[in-house]
């Protein structure tokens, strides 16, 4: 009992010292020693403690600093091996950042929320298994998001450093597997497209622009000031959008009437259903709302199954 209290209390002498560093509070240049077996006892017998020193870190005001200490005490080699992979990792951009230096810099500029800070840190650990080289000789990650969630499912069920909190869990997730989605917007898009967008991320939302604003790390400033703008001009669509719907119904009125004119339906419950269809599909961004009650007979001549209501 003795050895195992040691080992454990040598891995978590090790967090403490990346805490400090994190916190600019330490002048110790060396952690103290601690082995994979260590870290590996620390989390198999005192998750609870481990944990908070890992947040502790994540959410420090010198984050960047924290998360390379974590990486010199051998802590992330131990707990976070997907992580460690992105350390020296290419993304090729300007051919002067590794995906390491790129995940530090997210995580120092995202605000201090865990769920934020903790998608910074492994929003990107699926770029390591999908990089590929195209016939032009440009680098590519298709599908890295994806992977990454999968990666953090598979990092969970061998540590599962967040069992006690499944609602952290799942933000965090949800950022890894959607951290494109936002930067993915253009001024195109439809309001159709920005309501499905909203309803996709729900609750989310704002940690997701959240971590897509701290994602562009760029050091072309004319790229860096276009792709706020596009976050910043999807979040007030989203926001106008969302106070539009809410003082005025999606559907038109007379839009009943229009439906039993076109499709010689009597007055009957089934109306009723027919509009609450026609609803959800606009909800679904299927089609606009607002709009004029031709244009939703038309989407029901297109799409004849939402006429058999419930």
């Excluded at 989605?181 to 729900?202: H, I, L, P």
């Excluded at 897509?212 to 860096?224: G, L, M, N, Y």
């Excluded at 000031?225 to 926001?239: A, K, P, Y």
């Excluded at 959008?241 to 005025?248: C, P």
Aim: with cysteine; hydrophobic share 40%.
């Amino acid at each position: 009992m003795g050895d195992e209290q040691s080992d454990y209390k040598r891995a978590l002498s090790a967090l403490e010292w990346a805490v400090a560093q994190a916190e600019q509070r330490s002048s110790e240049p060396t952690p103290p020693k601690a082995s994979g077996s260590d870290y590996r006892q620390a989390a198999e017998h005192h998750r609870g403690e481990l944990r908070a020193l890992l947040d502790q870190v994540v959410m420090a005001a010198d984050a960047e600093r924290g998360l390379a200490a974590l990486l010199e005490c051998g802590a992330l080699a131990a707990l976070l091996p997907a992580v460690v992979k992105m350390v020296g990792f290419s993304d090729n951009e300007w051919r002067h950042k590794d995906v390491w230096k790129h995940t530090k810099q997210v995580v120092r500029q995202a605000v201090p929320r865990l769920a934020v800070r903790w998608g910074a840190v492994l929003h990107d650990i699926g770029k390591v298994k999908t990089r590929s080289i195209g016939s032009g000789g440009q680098v590519h990650f298709f599908g890295h998001a994806e992977v990454g969630a999968r990666m953090f499912d598979k990092m969970d069920r061998r540590l599962p450093l967040f069992i006690d909190d499944p609602e952290l869990k799942a933000s965090i997730r949800f950022l890894v597997l959607h951290h494109l989605r936002a930067n993915q917007y253009r001024s195109s898009w439809t309001d159709s497209a920005v309501r499905r967008f909203a309803r996709e991320m729900g609750a989310h939302m704002d940690d997701l622009f959240c971590l897509s604003r701290a994602d562009i790390t760029t050091k072309r400033p004319e790229r860096k000031r276009r792709g706020l703008r596009q976050i910043n001009e999807l979040q007030s669509r989203v926001s106008e959008l969302a106070a539009l719907d809410a003082e005025k119904p999606p559907l038109p009125k007379g839009v009943g009437d229009a439906i039993m004119v076109a499709f010689e339906i009597p007055p009957s419950k089934r109306i009723g259903d027919i509009k609450r269809n026609l609803e959800q599909a606009v909800t679904a961004g299927r089609v606009d709302a607002h709009q004029d009650a031709a244009i939703y007979v038309d989407f029901l001549r297109e799409n004849p199954a939402l006429l058999e209501g419930d």
